[in-house]
Every structure is written in C-alpha cells, then in structure tokens.
C-alpha cells in the first residue's frame, strides 16, 4: 500500500524525510526552535529544498545553532560566515541570525523560555486548520501576523508573517497536513 503524504513534499527523497519525520512535529526545545527560526529567516524568498540541502552546513556554520554563541558572534565571525560557500551568504540574513539570537535570550530571559513564550500565542494548543488539500494551505494567518508583530516590537528581523506562519508549520504548532496524508491525525 503507497503512503499518501502532502503534495508538496513528492518531489525528492530530502522532502519526503523532512516531512514524515520533522515538519508539524510539536517542538518545544529552545535550541530546535531557534534552529527552525534561523533556517526560514534564511529561507525567506528561497525554496525550502535550497535550505534543506545546506542544513548541515548551516549547523556547521552556525555552531550547532547554539543561540547564546551566535549572539556573541564578531564582525570577523560574520565576515567569515559571508565567505561560506555552504550557506546562503546573505549579508543581512547572516546579521540577523545574530541580532535575532539576541532577541531571543531577551525572551528567554522574560518568559522563562522561548517555547514558554511561542506556545503562548495558542495557549499550547495545536491549530489545526483541517486542510483538504494544498490548495487551502495560506501562505500567512492571522497568528502568523500576530506573531511576527510582537517579534518585530522585540527586535528580531526576517520575522514577516510569510516566514513566521512556515516557522508555525515547522514546529508543529499549526497543523496543515492535508486531509488524506498519513500524518495528519498523528500530528496532534
């Protein structure tokens, strides 16, 4: 019997891992949120498969995503990062990995953790938007907005509700897997 999964993910073997063993998995690890928040910053006018197969390379880059050392990167650090050839070497997305690192330290330092505060936007819970098929999934919503509102108001950068609502996806805490794919109702 043939595995139903999300459209969007058939195209190659890299896709099909992500989703069926990442993408609208619940995350409420710190390090793996900012993993996440680093690669869609990255990821903003991209495709997903252009992050996914640099991945490693980022992690290498970015010191495992280790957000308390991307904050304390130097100007050498970040001219370094600009010469990679691994990663996407986009000036302002590389400055603001580190500004948003900063950020979130702020957050963890106000909220108790990152997730504490994210999570918080619905109230723990999984919204789950019943998609029948990819054509119902919004680029943005109106929690996306609200999220990348409040983030922008706190300092982050590459935060537009397009990039934050894919971030929602991602760490599970919208659940868009459509109608017939397999993890659909294993996700909430």
């Given amino acids: 019997m043939e595995i139903k999964r999300c459209d969007w993910c058939l195209s190659s073997d890299l896709y099909k891992k992500y989703h069926d063993e990442e993408w609208g998995v619940p995350v409420y690890d710190d ?8 690669l869609e910053t990255f990821q903003a006018g991209l495709s997903w498969i252009t ?17 308390k050392k991307v904050a304390q990167y130097s100007e050498n650090k970040i001219q370094e990062l600009l010469l990679d050839a691994g990663i996407i070497r986009n000036q302002l997305k590389i400055r ?60 982050f950068k590459f935060v537009g509700s397009t990039v934050i609502y894919a971030h929602l996806q991602a760490t599970g805490m919208v659940n868009d ?11 909430l």
């Fill in 31 to 38: 390090q793996k949120l900012f993993e996440f928040l680093i």
């Fill in 51 to 67: 992050i996914l197969k640099k991945r490693d390379n980022f992690r290498l880059a970015f010191d495992d995503f280790d957000y």
């Fill in 96 to 155: 603001a990995a580190v500004t948003n690192a900063i950020a979130f330290i702020k957050v963890q330092e106000e909220f108790g953790s990152f997730s504490q505060y994210i999570w918080g936007f619905t109230n723990g819970e999984i919204v789950d938007n019943k998609p029948k098929t990819l054509k119902d999934l919004p680029a943005s919503s109106p929690l996306s907005d609200k999220v990348s509102k409040d983030l922008k108001k706190r300092g």
């Fill in 177 to 187: 897997h459509v109608e017939d794919c397999f993890k659909r109702n294993n996700a």
